[in-house]
């Protein structure tokens, strides 16, 4: 079935590092999502790109989706510790659903 | 408060017992899921409703039984559960009845334990 990939699966920066986060697809995505998920928390929705090569930012986080709707990628710039966490990407599937990749969980080192 | 409220929040159940999740959707929404969060595993979803209807069951054994009375509240029945059912289990809504887009308001979850 489909899949979404997502990499890395683990991250350890130190507080100020920057972050990135990869999603890739083997089929054309129609849409990407990404959610949050704090530790003992729920996934949390953060934004959502539809549109070929789009970029959106939410202050140090950066969302961009690839030319092809293949891959996104989340980018945090000078990471903080409210920043620890899960982080997902999803897509609808060719039935329509929301499939999720793996997550990246990031821990960061004050 | 996310508007999508499970219980209950722990759950620990022997594998002959039966029991019940229960989620509660105050959003208006058209579609609920249930999704089963393992460790080290992706997301799994495992039941939608759409408008009341089942509308996708992601080959989930028959000891999981989904229950959707009315657009806000979603059940999911368990009897003989093995352990490696324990898990998180996560109630959504979504305001599109397809489910494919839009964002997805999760609930808390259940910490399910199968002893």
């Known amino acids: 079935g489909q899949q979404v990939m997502q990499i890395p699966q683990y991250q350890h920066v130190q507080e100020g590092e920057d972050f990135t986060t990869y999603c890739n697809s083997s089929t054309t995505l129609s849409n990407i999502q990404w959610y949050k998920q704090r530790p003992g928390g729920h996934p949390v929705f953060l934004i959502q790109?539809?549109?070929?090569?789009e970029v959106k930012k939410q202050k140090r986080l950066t969302f961009q989706f690839g030319e092809a709707k293949k891959n996104s990628s989340l980018h945090i710039t000078a990471t903080q510790t409210t920043d620890v966490g899960t982080y997902f990407c999803c897509s609808s599937s060719n039935t329509g659903k929301l499939i999720f990749g793996q997550g990246t969980t990031l821990q960061v080192k004050p | 408060e996310t508007g999508v409220t499970q219980t209950p929040r722990h759950l620990v159940m022997g594998m002959t017992n039966k029991k019940s999740l229960k989620c509660e959707q105050h959003l208006g929404h058209n579609a609920m899921y249930w999704y089963k969060q393992s460790a080290k595993k992706p997301l799994e979803l495992m039941f939608v409703y759409s408008l009341e209807e089942r509308v996708e069951n992601n080959s989930v054994p028959s000891r999981f039984s989904p229950e959707c009375p009315n657009s806000s509240h979603l059940f999911l029945h368990l009897h003989t559960l093995q352990p490696e059912d324990s898990a998180l289990y996560l109630c959504?809504?979504?305001?599109?009845?397809?489910?494919?887009?839009?964002?997805?308001?999760f609930g808390e979850g259940s910490r399910l334990t199968v002893l």
């Open positions: 790109l539809v549109k070929s090569g």
């Open positions: 959504a809504s979504s305001q599109d009845p397809t489910g494919g887009n839009g964002e997805l308001f």
